[in-house]
């Protein structure tokens, strides 16, 4: 059964770093693309950040860009996302999935929580 | 940017009556359209990607269809476990972007 379980989240000041992870399970993780999407309360999906299978690439949406970066660590089958220079406005819950081969996400985890906050 | 417009926001209806979802694509992305289920308490759980072509498990009176820009979610007969917030994402291009989402309520 695939797994992805996220942590890492919590309040955070703006201007800092948070770092969040996702641990993956259930399937051979090299294999595939991981992603992050976040979703702010009460508002729709947005893609964050992709990783390819191997870490070689890696794409971003414009907001984030300069400020996060999405990695992988292949032998621990784990996925995480620095975000750094923390906005108000990248408070969300984030979730980590995995990417087809096509681009789109086929499984998800259950999200993390990340409140920007002084 | 591909903008992603998805429609009704709100929809209610019966169980075991049909109901449509419409999503259009501010410019063309071919048939790479994919929908996707949100309930509280589970995982986002991927429906129907590539326009038309059902995940394994997804039950066959889901369905979707279009190309282009203009591409529809379909749910026939109702179950009581469909009611749930909907969205599309376009897997065309980077950045991959999504509807803003359709709740489907109990009528």
């Known amino acids: 059964e695939v797994q992805l379980v996220e942590s890492g989240g919590g309040l955070v000041q703006p201007g800092r770093s948070m770092k969040l992870s996702c641990a993956a399970s259930g399937f051979t993780f090299n294999n595939y693309d991981m992603a992050w999407v976040c979703q702010a309360p009460k508002k729709g999906l947005e893609w964050v950040a992709t990783?390819?299978?191997?870490?070689?690439?890696?794409y971003y949406r414009d907001s984030v860009k300069g400020r996060f970066t999405i990695s992988r660590d292949n032998a621990k089958s784990t996925l995480y996302l620095q975000m750094d220079s923390l906005r108000s406005e990248d408070t969300a819950t984030y979730y980590c999935?995995?990417?087809?081969?096509?681009?789109?996400?086929?499984?998800w985890g259950q999200g993390v929580m990340v409140t920007v906050s002084s | 940017d591909v903008q992603m417009t998805q429609s009704p926001s709100y929809l209610a209806a019966s169980p075991g009556e049909s109901v449509s979802i419409s999503c259009k694509a501010s410019k063309s992305i071919n048939t790479y359209l994919a929908w996707y289920q949100e309930k509280p308490g589970k995982t986002n759980k991927l429906l129907i990607y590539?326009?038309?072509t059902l995940q394994s498990g997804t039950p066959s009176r889901f369905s979707g269809s279009g190309s282009g820009t203009d591409f529809t979610l379909t749910i026939r007969s109702l179950e009581p476990e469909d009611f749930a917030v909907y969205y599309c994402q376009q897997h065309n291009e980077y950045p991959l972007t999504f509807g803003s989402g359709t709740k489907l309520e109990i009528k």
């Open positions: 590539s326009g038309s």
């Open positions: 990783i390819s299978y191997d870490g070689s690439s890696t």
């Open positions: 999935a995995r990417q087809g081969r096509e681009w789109y996400f086929d499984y």
